[in-house]
RNA sequence: GGCCCGUUGGUCAAACGGCUAAGACACGGCCCUUUCACGGCUGAGAUAAGGGUUCGAUUCCCUUACGGGUCACCA
């Protein structure tokens, strides 16, 4: 049985390096039907940020990575808020010390002048002289001691990696204020919690060994390790959270759909076999495999974001859509009588991001002040003439149809059947009738469908203006 | 600086040691089209450098360069 957790720290926003360990974390443990585990790494309480935890449970169910065991939900290993389970984790230091693996020291905070390394000073202290220190409640932390050679640990993504112990200081396990380091509380943690996969960032590749001789020193199995490759900001830096690297909160804020965001940090350290891109919450589940993540870092691109974001915006039911874009719309659009039905439908396939529907449709409202320019188009082989022709053309065409008739098919018709007669083109027929209505040099339909949005009257009346222009020329 | 890891087009990336080194985003062109977009086709663009092992190296080994990580009573 796969268990797997996240254990990030409160203590401000989410990036979306957190984001992306979270996903994988879910997705190694779902692919297998294993259990997700939420846990709280609150440990420094100098650090601790209060609506951080709030950030971290609103992020997680606003992408579905639910946990199955963690704050609020219980299970057979909780609490998961460590610094609630403080007690939990003296014990074992005292069972390490009883085992001289460990020791307690008394050294001051600050290292003496020059002394850039601890210099395992009270690891020789003699029985007596800790007895009257603890007696005399001097403080103390208590500190692993690591033993002289090498460790070599079997990493899922990077392979086999040695760390010569000389590189390894004598760590903290228990702080003075009587808290465990993250570095302990997580082994004792995870053992207990029978995390199987221990999955994180490569940034903690070179301390694991501290992690194997903990388990080791206990006589616990080691867990399988999931390093994750790197991800780094557009500029190739690493993400942080002071330089206000993208935060899941902001891509939301720019209008990145969640579903949009998971698929696509995904794939920032992981690829598809089949060569699929777009992929939703499940599917990833389905398709995802250890063997798959890459070794490189990765820089986040927001351009292929915003492609992505596309992407799910398009295949979104149309009215999921709709009620998504609503209020855009409204603000968007005044004039009564537009059914913004149809206008949601048409910019659904158009559009990056829901806010830039506002641009789109500004015409609608208002007809811009183009220049009669607009009109000749090349590629249309439309020229003020032509332009012109199709437009007288058509009018006294249009005014003969009744409101009841108003819609796009017959206007579509209707307008090819007067280009044919004056042997126009359909594109040369209809190109100058779409500028007359959009006052611009692209609109989210065509003509006949911008016709029949606008209303008869609204029509004729904007295409008096573009012949005005015409005829002004 | 010591140690650890990495390096395939601008970006994400694929390729048991074996065709002409995939594909996606972005960019250019073309087609389709009722504009733009969508869609389809297509173009340009990469194995960091040098050595070795091999019939054959993006792949294995070494050196160099560059990038990153880590060396806390932070996580």
């Given at each position: 049985m796969v268990r797997t957790r996240f254990a990030p720290s409160p203590t401000g926003n989410m990036h979306i390096g957190n984001l992306r360990t979270a996903l994988f974390e879910y997705l190694i443990a779902k692919n297998s039907n294993g259990t997700f585990v939420l846990r709280i790494e609150d440990t420094d309480q100098n650090r601790y940020v209060e609506s951080a935890m709030d950030i971290i449970f609103d992020t997680l169910r606003i992408t579905g990575l639910n946990y199955d065991e963690g704050p609020g939900v219980g299970g057979n290993y909780g609490p998961y808020i460590q610094s609630e389970r403080k007690d939990h984790y003296m014990?074992?230091?005292?069972?390490?010390?009883?085992?001289?693996?460990?020791?307690?020291?008394?050294?001051?905070?600050d290292m003496p002048e020059g002394q850039q390394k601890y210099?395992?000073?009270?690891?020789?202290?003699?029985?007596?002289e800790i007895d009257s220190k603890?007696?005399?409640?001097?403080?103390?932390?208590?500190?692993q001691l690591i033993p002289e050679g090498k460790t070599t640990f079997c990493d899922e993504v990077f392979g086999s990696i040695t760390i010569d112990h000389?590189?390894?200081?004598?760590?903290?396990?228990?702080?003075?204020?009587?808290?465990?380091?993250?570095?302990?509380?997580?082994?004792?943690?995870?053992?207990?919690?029978?995390?199987?996969?221990?999955?994180?960032?490569?940034?903690?590749?070179?301390?694991?060994?501290?992690?194997?001789?903990?388990?080791?020193?206990?006589?616990?199995?080691?867990p399988v390790y999931v390093h994750l490759p790197l991800m780094l900001n557009e500029q190739g830096e690493k993400l942080s959270k002071r330089r206000g690297d993208a935060s899941f909160q902001e891509l939301l804020d720019?209008?990145?759909?969640?579903?949009?965001?998971?698929?696509?940090?995904?794939?920032?350290?992981?690829?598809?076999?089949?060569?699929?891109?777009?992929?939703?919450?499940?599917?990833?589940?389905?398709?995802?495999?250890?063997?798959?993540?890459?070794?490189?870092?990765s820089l986040f691109d927001s351009k292929k974001l915003a492609w992505m974001n596309g992407e799910h915006i398009k295949r979104l039911p149309e009215d999921v859509f709709y009620d998504m874009a609503l209020p855009v719309l409204q603000s968007a659009v005044h004039?009564?009588?537009?059914?913004?039905?149809?206008?949601?439908?048409?910019?659904?396939?158009?559009?990056?991001?829901?806010?830039?529907?506002?641009?789109l449709v500004d015409f609608i409202d208002k007809l811009p002040n183009y220049d009669v320019d607009l009109f000749i188009n090349k590629k249309m082989k439309t020229d003020a003439a032509i332009a012109l022709q199709s437009l007288e053309s058509i009018i006294p065409i249009f005014n003969d149809i009744s409101i009841e008739n108003w819609n796009n098919r017959t206007l579509y018709e209707v307008a090819i059947e007067c280009g044919k007669s004056l042997s126009l083109k359909n594109s040369?027929?209809?190109?100058?009738?779409?500028?007359?209505?959009?006052?611009?040099?692209?609109?989210?339909?065509?003509?006949?469908?911008?016709?029949?949005?606008?209303?008869?009257?609204?029509?004729?009346?904007?295409?008096?203006i573009g012949i005005n222009k015409l005829k002004a020329l």
């Open positions: 014990p074992y230091a005292k069972e390490l010390i009883e085992k001289g693996k460990a020791y307690y020291c008394f050294c001051s905070k210099n395992r000073h009270c690891a020789n202290l003699n029985q007596n603890l007696a005399t409640s001097e403080p103390f932390v208590i500190r000389e590189e390894i200081e004598d760590q903290i396990l228990i702080k003075s204020d009587g808290m465990p380091t993250y570095n302990f509380a997580n082994v004792i943690d995870d053992h207990t919690m029978a995390i199987t996969h221990v999955v994180r960032g490569s940034e903690y590749l070179t301390s694991t060994p501290k992690y194997n001789l903990l388990y080791e020193s206990f006589g616990w199995d080691v720019q209008g990145h759909l969640p579903e949009a965001v998971i698929n696509y940090i995904a794939f920032l350290g992981w690829s598809s076999p089949d060569n699929r891109e777009y992929f939703t919450l499940a599917e990833l589940v389905e398709a995802f495999a250890i063997k798959n993540i890459s070794k490189s870092p004039t009564p009588g537009i059914n913004l039905k149809d206008v949601s439908k048409m910019v659904q396939s158009r559009i990056l991001f829901v806010k830039d529907i506002p641009e040369q027929m209809l190109w100058p009738i779409r500028t007359a209505l959009s006052g611009k040099p692209s609109s989210p339909c065509g003509a006949s469908e911008l016709c029949a949005l606008l209303g008869k009257e609204e029509t004729l009346k904007r295409m008096d």
